[in-house]
């Protein structure tokens, strides 16, 4: 996912004042000051925004894990704000780009694995849950994966021995610390058919998702297996992925879990769409889980997660496509608040079938929502601003799980 950060105006100062002490010739050890400079302002704001409120994961104890998504600032100690918010409140945690596959084997054989290992530290030092994400998908996967010697089309037996060697490094690599695999990501079709004809699916068959969790279930047969996708609890897709999953069981496939990624606008999907989805996906013997959700305040034409449905925004159009680039309005904020407010109340009614709920994201700066559709804009997604500090969200899916303590 794709990421927009701003300082706060506190802490572009604590910047300048480093810059301006330093002499010319010295931009090596500026850069380095301005980046402890920030990260001290940030860490000491963030713990400050953390002490008045109890962790969430406390209120969802004995419920289900409840998670977010770690991206490259943060694993390589550039964003404290993001670790100070995901270690709190947080008990599963997710790679946002550092366990995909152009990550971690950009070239052939050489796998690249320092970014996924510090987000297992992290989540094994505060006693939270790693979740990997993800082996197969047609998005953020080098060309190499797909290309035959000399610009011939790739055999099946490459395609699937590359395939396979992939995610048994990978996974393996992983092996009783990575507890979930999302095993295969949005391979269901948004058009006509079911499957999504992507490049693994032409090198090597439509068999490519029941091999690709084989592979996964050789390289560690203790860890949760998971096929991921986006809409799939709206009534055009749910169909197609029950059509899919069914298949994968009657080949006794070693599929465990299936992911709703749950990227949602205020007004959609509907609650009670979604409730009947995991209803279906569970009478088939599978765990749901709700695997990167966040809830868009903004207008857009588009839902879902689709990386290629991008928006373009005239100058004319952003003062309508991008609203709020002084602050959440109040009204929003509760409106928003009461959304979580009745999504969860349904997950809820439903724990004994969810596993975890994943949210994309630690706070509203480090959404990836800031640039999709529409890059550039100013989006406010999460239960948390900018600065780490609670909104009504947080507030109303805290009292949602209380709630449900009390029944």
Same mark, same amino acid.
């Given at each position: ?78 964003? @404290? ?99 979930? %695999? ?17 490049? %693994? ?113 005239? @100058? ?43 949210? %994309? ?6 959404? %990836? ?39």
């Amino acid at each position: 996912m794709y990421h927009y950060r701003s300082l706060s105006t506190a802490a572009e100062g604590h910047v300048r004042s480093a810059a301006r002490g330093l002499k010319r010739g010295t931009l090596q050890r500026a850069l380095a000051l301005c980046v402890l400079a920030t990260a001290s302002f940030l860490l000491t704001a963030s713990c400050k925004a953390q002490e008045s409120v109890p962790p969430l994961k406390d209120a969802f104890k004995g419920k289900f894990l409840i998670g977010t998504a770690l991206n490259y600032p943060a694993l390589r100690g550039e964003a @404290p704000l993001d670790l100070a918010v995901a270690t709190k409140h947080f008990d599963a945690l997710t790679c946002g780009n550092s366990m995909k596959p152009d990550f971690l084997q950009a070239k052939e054989g050489t796998f690249t694995f320092a970014e996924g290992d510090r987000l297992v530290e992290i989540a094994e030092k505060c006693g939270a849950t790693p979740i990997g994400h993800t082996l197969v998908w047609h998005q953020q996967t080098p060309k190499w994966f797909f290309e035959g010697e000399g610009g011939k089309p790739l055999t099946r037996e490459v395609a699937l021995a590359r395939m396979r060697k992939h995610i048994a490094t990978v996974v393996g690599h992983y092996k009783g610390r990575v507890k979930q %695999w999302d095993v295969v990501n949005e391979a269901i079709n948004d058009g006509p058919g079911v499957l999504r004809d992507t490049p %693994w699916r032409k090198a090597i068959g439509d068999d490519y998702i029941a091999e690709a969790f084989k592979a996964a279930h050789e390289a560690d047969p203790d860890a949760i297996l998971i096929y991921n996708d986006y809409n799939i609890e709206m009534g055009y897709k749910r169909p197609k992925a029950i059509e899919l999953l069914k298949s994968l069981i009657a080949q006794k496939v070693p599929i465990n879990a299936v992911g709703i990624q749950g990227h949602w606008l205020m007004d959609s999907p509907n609650v009670i769409e979604v409730e009947e989805a995991i209803k279906e996906f569970s009478a088939l013997g599978l765990k749901v889980m709700i695997t990167e959700m966040d809830i868009d305040v903004l207008p857009r034409k588009y839902q879902g997660a689709d990386l290629n449905a991008r928006e373009a925004m005239t @100058p004319e159009q952003e003062a309508v496509m991008n609203p709020y680039t002084k602050g959440l309005p109040d009204e929003v904020a509760k409106a928003q608040a009461e959304r979580y407010k009745q999504v969860f109340e349904m997950f809820l009614r439903h724990k004994d079938v969810i596993g975890r709920v994943t949210l %994309w994201g630690p706070h509203d700066a480090d959404s %990836w929502l800031n640039n999709f559709p529409i890059r550039g804009r100013t989006n406010y997604p999460m239960p948390f601003d900018r600065q780490g500090k609670p909104k009504p969200a947080f507030f109303a899916i805290q009292k949602a799980a209380e709630a449900d303590g009390k029944k």
